[in-house]
């Protein structure tokens, strides 16, 4: 799963969002360091919807435009919650190994 | 629709029509809301006078590149036309990482760094360049070979990157010369302009395409090397009158004796084809294109009728082999499924 993917799944567990919506809270929720460009977004967002990830919850008019509002699927929780398995567990290999090799000198990791 | 909404549209032209039928209002609104300041004069300012930025632009053309040139898991269509752009690309630098490669030997064997080789005639021997910069400067065509390299092995960003190191400067080079007393030469623009194109064409090889294979692509520098060059320079040193044969010329020649070879074997691999076709036709109206648009740079040369008849020959040969395999791939093309709309979104059921 892609990093822009993972965000995106993210960005909707707690409620449906439009298109600006996701972009929006990915910044917030990566603190600004995932800027999705509109480009970007869509090109992940399709292919979520084509893998049943994603689909889409319902249609308002806001200013004279239709807004489309996406949410999370059974699967794409799945999906999300296997990936963050994973990277959880890629961290906690990292941190045990960091842990285990500290600096002879300092004690502190090295 | 403000001027904004309208630059913005006019850029999602580059997506799949079918693509955009299915997103294009969704991606609009939601790029509006991006242009959403907060602050209403502000917010009507921009969308009166605003332009997308690069990066969204760049967003777009990125997912055109995309779905147009599909992957593995792409359409059949979208992932034909991919695979015909990367091949093509491929064997595009094979070209240029093949004859770097025997001029790099052929340098050394005229500077006598070769010594089991006999020596070179006289008449061979190299001007050594002025300064340290001019070897620095010729040095920088040499990029392709690297950039060949690192686009074999997935690393397209890299490859990109290097490949500019071997187009800018002979661009400069070019530009400089011409803005002098060196005649106005359409070859070596030509030349310049489908290396760009070739550096562009590297977009295709995104996360989504599958990885190049590496052993054959890499054995086949070594076998390029041995087969065109090495003999083309052996038979160009023994006959004079084959010096005629210009980088367009030589283009020609062997864009037709790929296109003969793939045309004697298509009968035996036939689902495998279409992606070697449409490349193949590509590079026959690339080739083409050169060939025609170098022509007036002979108006000026004492052989120049010599030089025309045997070009006309050269595109004629593209052209009777070119048509025919352009025709099939085209039809084999329109068997395909088109390019689908992507699922829409559709609002369950509750």
Redesign the interface.
């Known amino acids: 799963m892609?990093e822009p993917a993972f965000f995106i799944l993210t960005a909707l567990l707690d409620a449906p969002r439009?298109?600006?919506g996701i972009?929006a809270e990915v910044a917030e929720l990566s603190r600004g360091r995932v800027q999705l460009?509109?480009?970007?977004?869509?090109?992940v967002l399709?292919r979520l919807?084509?893998d049943g990830q994603?689909?889409?919850?319902?249609?308002e008019a806001?200013q004279g435009?239709?807004?489309?509002y996406?949410r999370l699927t059974e699967r794409g929780r799945h999906a999300l919650d296997a990936e963050a398995q994973r990277l959880a567990a890629n961290a906690r290999l990292a941190s045990t190994r960091l842990r285990e090799r500290r600096n002879p000198i300092t004690g502190t990791p090295s | 629709m403000s001027r904004l909404e309208e630059r913005y549209r006019f850029v999602l032209r580059l997506l799949p029509a079918a693509?955009r039928q299915?997103?294009e209002?969704?991606?609009?609104?939601?790029?509006?809301?991006?242009m959403d300041t907060g602050d209403s004069e502000t917010t009507a300012y921009v969308t009166d006078y605003g332009r997308p930025s690069l990066?969204?632009v760049?967003?777009?053309?990125?997912?055109a590149v995309?779905l147009r040139l599909g992957g593995a898991d792409a359409p059949p269509r979208s992932y034909a036309w991919g695979q015909a752009v990367r091949l093509a690309t491929l064997m595009a630098m094979l070209t240029h990482a093949v004859m770097i490669t025997t001029s790099i030997a052929v340098t050394l064997w005229l500077s006598g760094k070769i010594a089991w080789l006999p020596a070179p005639a006289s008449e061979w021997t190299i001007t050594p360049p002025s300064s340290i910069w001019h070897t620095a400067w010729n040095l920088a065509g040499y990029a392709w070979l690297p950039a060949y390299i690192a686009l074999v092995l997935g690393h397209r960003r890299v490859a990109q990157a290097v490949a500019l190191l071997a187009v800018v400067p002979p661009a400069i080079t070019t530009a400089v010369q011409q803005a002098g007393d060196v005649p106005l030469s359409v070859s070596s623009w030509a030349m310049l302009l489908i290396d760009v194109v070739l550096l562009l064409a590297m977009a295709a090889f995104h996360?989504g395409a599958p990885p190049v294979p590496r052993r054959p692509w890499l054995l086949a520098l070594p076998v390029g090397v041995l087969l065109v060059p090495v003999p083309l320079f052996t038979i160009q040193a023994t006959t004079p009158a084959l010096r005629l044969l210009d980088w367009p010329g030589l283009s020609c020649a062997a864009v037709t004796a790929a296109m003969v070879i793939h045309l004697t074997v298509r009968v035996s691999r036939r689902p495998r084809n279409l992606p070697w076709s449409l490349a193949l036709t590509l590079l026959a109206v690339t080739t083409l294109a050169q060939r025609t648009a170098t022509l007036p740079d002979y108006s000026d040369q004492a052989q120049h009728t010599t030089l025309a008849t045997i070009a006309s020959v050269q595109a004629i040969a593209v052209l009777a082999v070119g048509v025919p395999l352009a025709v099939l791939a085209i039809r084999a093309l329109r068997r395909l499924p088109p390019i689908p709309a992507?699922?829409r979104?559709?609002?369950?059921t509750e």
Do not use: C, N
Not at chain 1, 37 to 42: A, E, N, P, R
């Open positions: 892609t439009h298109g600006y972009v460009k509109i480009g970007s977004l869509y090109g399709d919807v084509g994603v689909e889409l919850d319902r249609e806001w435009r239709l807004r489309r996406y | 693509y299915e997103w209002d969704d991606m609009v609104a939601a790029f509006l809301d991006s990066s969204e760049a967003s777009i053309v990125s997912l995309r996360h992507t699922q979104p559709t609002t369950p």
